[in-house]
Every structure is written in C-alpha cells, then in structure tokens.
C-alpha cells in the first residue's frame, strides 16, 4: 500500500469515525449519564471491536454477502430491531422522577464490542474500507487496514463520550435530562434512515 493510499486510509477512517452515527450517539448519551470514566469499557469495546470486525470482514465474511444477497437482509432487519430497542433504552435511562434508574449502566467492553456486528454503520465503514483499501484481500493489506482505524477510531469516538460529559454540565434537572436522553434516542433512530432509505 503507497503512502498516498495508506493517507487516503486514515482521511476515510477519520471522516467515517468522527461522523454522527450509532456508535457515537449513544457514547454521546453514555457521557452524559455516567460520565468518561464510567464509560471507557464502551469506548474502548466499540475501539477493538471494529478493528477485529475488519480483520474477519477482510478475511472472508464479506464473501457472504456476495453469495447470499439475503443474508445483508437478515442482517438489515436485525439490525433495525436492536437499534429500536437500544433507542428505547437511551430514552427511559432517567427514571420519571429524575432519579437514576438503578437498571441503567454503561455498555461494557463485551456489550460494545459485540454491538459492532448489528451496527448498520459499523459494516458500512468495515465493508468500504475492505473493497477500496484492502481490494487483493491480501493478509498485510486487510491487517494495515485494520490497524488504520484502529489507531483513528478510538480517539475520534472519544471526543463524543466528552462531549455527552461536558453537556451533563447542564442536564443537573431531571425534565433537561430526559429531553437531552430522548433527543439522543430520536437521533439513534434518525441514524437508520440511509439505511432503510438508500
């Protein structure tokens, strides 16, 4: 891979990692509620998940879709069905009375790690990346690619868990909170619409 490639890599992971997208909603609203600390196991499950994501699109998950078209709807309507429920989640993570909901916690590294696979985002990034950058699957190129955002990922990710933590700041009242936590779930939800409206 030329230096040129490898630079148009890192603007591609960038772009792709710091952008509005399920990810990065709800570490929005995850640093809102429970703060950076309590929220890094969510950063850093979305950080190497992705990257290992990539390693198994590259090695040979992405010959499924070219094989059987109908498992990308499978895993579309998933896909949809999860991010409704997590939208439901981020919604109610105040309870009525502004008390904390003794239910809610962050994701864990596990949880995060594991939610790269139903992120429509997540295999839209991981797909593109493979085809454009890694196009003779070769070993070292889906590893480089891999790496790239791997090294871009985890810090323009945490720029939004800052950014939900900086807007705590303001949600201190109960109804600013659950207006802030449903807005977020409205934009998990908008964040399907390129999707299921290609």
């Not at 139903?118 to 990034?125: E, G, H």
């Not at 909170?177 to 449903?182: I, K, P, S």
Request: charged content about 10%; hydrophobic content about 60%.
């Amino acid at each position: 891979m030329t230096p040129d490639l490898i630079l148009a890599l890192a603007a591609f992971c960038l772009v792709s990692s710091i952008t509005p997208g399920p990810n990065n909603l709800m570490l929005m609203a995850s640093g809102a509620n429970f703060g950076f600390r309590r929220s890094m196991p969510h950063m850093l499950g979305i950080a190497v998940g992705f990257t290992v994501m990539v390693v198994l699109v590259g090695a040979g998950l992405i010959q499924i879709f070219d094989a059987f078209p109908i498992s990308h709807t499978i895993l579309t309507v998933f896909s949809v069905g999860y991010l409704l429920w997590l939208a439901w989640k981020i919604a109610n993570a105040a309870a009525p009375e502004g008390a904390p909901d003794a239910d809610a916690r962050p994701f864990t590294f596990l949880q995060a790690a594991l939610f790269q696979w139903v992120n429509p985002k997540a295999w839209t990034m991981a797909l593109t990346a493979i085809t454009v950058y890694a196009a003779d699957r070769s070993l070292l190129g889906i590893l480089l690619v891999a790496a790239v955002f791997g090294a871009v990922n985890l810090p323009c990710i945490s720029v939004w868990t800052v950014m939900g933590q900086q807007v705590r700041r303001v949600l201190t009242n109960p109804a600013r909170l659950r207006a802030f936590n449903w807005t977020m779930a409205g934009l998990l939800v908008a964040s399907l619409a390129p999707l299921l409206f290609p």
